[in-house]
């Protein structure tokens, strides 16, 4: 029976793990799992296979580098596996790519035995986390102001002046981003970054820029929802 929990390369220059400390680290990488993903979940948008995903992922981490035991070999072969897992995936928010990272450290340093370090860095990091979450660190005071303006024109227009008047008198910045031909090149689309001067005026500023454009469409969103997280 206990040949089943024993390789079948090892030999007397291998160091081989007992059932039983392999199921202590297992089960601790479970505990820290569910705590990170818990921690997680607190005052953010998630889903599910995220936090599944985040929960077993200590416990993967650790059983891995428990298999590797100092073979410099299977070191390398590991880490070339895990490289691939990168091309493999869809690019994630940066909230996201911090949880991932906290899962897999917590699982190296149970990989290695540091039961105890291991709960203390989750601890420890993870109430950080949280504490920053529930004050809004890092969030932009004003943030209503900076807005990311879609304007849709005809072909025949010029874009470039034709909203000078109206931006100065509503934002205090503003720049062009982008530039799109649409509806078989007869409408441009029109992507500009403003900073708005007092955002209750929002509405005013939108009815000043559709007799510019012709009432076409016009949208305002938040700056952030158009860019990348990171």
Known sequence: MNNLFEGMFDNNFTDTISVSTFMIC???ALVIGFLLAWM?????RYTKSFVITLAILPAVVCVVIMMVNGNVGTGVAVAGAFSLIRFRSVPGTAR??????????AGLLLGMGYIGLAFLFVIAVGALKMLYE????????NGTKYKSVHITVPEDLDYCAAFEEVFSEYT????????????????????????????????????????????????????????LEL
């Open 26 to 28: 297992l089960c601790c």
């Open 40 to 44: 997680s979940t607190y005052h953010t």
């Open 96 to 105: 996201e790519i911090g949880s991932i990272f906290m899962a897999m450290g």
């Open 134 to 141: 529930h004050l809004d660190f890092g969030v932009k005071k």
């Open 172 to 227: 205090s910045a503003w720049e062009l981003i982008q530039v799109k031909t649409t509806n078989m090149g007869s409408l441009f689309r029109l992507v500009y970054h403003v900073t708005l001067k007092n955002p209750e005026q929002e509405k005013a500023f939108i009815d000043k820029l559709r007799t510019r454009n012709g009432n076409l469409e016009i949208v305002i969103s938040r700056q952030e929802s158009e860019g």
